[in-house]
């Protein structure tokens, strides 16, 4: 039972320009088109049992529409999770639509929607969705020069720091590009990383040893689609070296406790 904790799909209207901006803000190639119709294929011929999906609002006025189509494309073997944003001003009315539509958890993207993860804004955020929901933060990012990062390991560890009890899984196994600040302030803790975009760009050992640090037992399997997709995840979680109950958490067991936990 393989379930794909981080997938991101779009409208056909927008996937391309989607696409195409994910590519030039991350300078990786994006090697799928971001269609659901797409990832269901690869999901099929990977043997998914089920995969969250979301897309992010990055400006306040795109938080019902983005909402409204994550609620219409779930089904079969598709979880759609909510967005919000800071500056979205009905945000305790959208929560409740969410939890009326059956969504279970939210995905931030602070970079792409601009908020540091730990201010203030978005603390109060946090805890009118600790009681419900599970978060997904996006995690870490290169270090290009005149970037500026709002999703460090260090402000998630704040956030924790805050709210112990709520249920997080951070992104790309908790921090893209900054997995040894990771390591520092967020092994050990009530956070699960998930597994996307690491592979190629985190040498083998050291993820396997981020993963043990943590607990396998605390990791998820997401593929980050489109960026790639989830057979070649699991593939590639198959070759570095964990056992076999490592490898069955990972990459299922972990998430079907997670969502049965979260009433999906």
């Not at 995905?107 to 540091?116: I, L, M, S, T, V």
Request: proline share 4%; glycine share 8%; aromatic share 10%.
């Amino acid at each position: 039972m393989f379930i794909d904790t981080h997938v991101h799909i779009f409208s056909h209207k927008i996937a391309a320009k989607a696409v195409e901006h994910l590519a030039e803000h991350y300078q990786i190639p994006v090697r799928y088109k971001g269609t659901r119709e797409e990832y269901h294929t690869l999901a099929r011929q990977a043997g998914v049992k089920t995969a969250l999906f979301f897309t992010v609002a990055t400006k306040p006025d795109q938080v019902r529409a983005a909402n409204d189509w994550a609620i219409t494309q779930s089904g079969n073997e598709l979880i759609g999770l909510g967005t919000l944003h800071p500056d979205y001003e009905p945000i305790d009315d959208e929560i409740a639509r969410l939890k009326e539509a059956g969504v279970r958890g939210v995905k931030f993207h602070p970079d792409f929607q601009q908020f540091f993860l730990d201010e203030e804004r978005a603390l109060a955020i946090y805890e009118r969705l600790a009681k419900d929901f599970f978060i997904i933060f996006h995690m870490g990012d290169d270090n290009r020069p005149g970037k500026t990062h709002h999703a460090t390991p260090e402000r998630l560890a704040n956030v924790l720091d805050i709210f112990p009890h709520l249920t997080v899984i951070a992104a790309h196994m908790g921090g893209y590009c900054m997995w040894d600040r990771a390591a520092a302030n967020l092994v050990g803790e009530n956070v699960y990383f998930d597994t996307s975009s690491c592979f190629g760009f985190l040498p083998d050992e050291d993820f396997r040893t981020l993963i043990r640090e943590h607990g396998a037992h605390r990791v998820l399997m997401a593929s980050d689609y489109p960026y790639s997709s989830p057979g070649e995840e699991i593939e590639g979680l198959k070759k570095l070296g964990l056992n076999d109950e490592e490898l069955e958490a990972i990459t299922g067991l972990n998430a079907a406790q997670l969502l049965s936990k979260m009433g999906l």
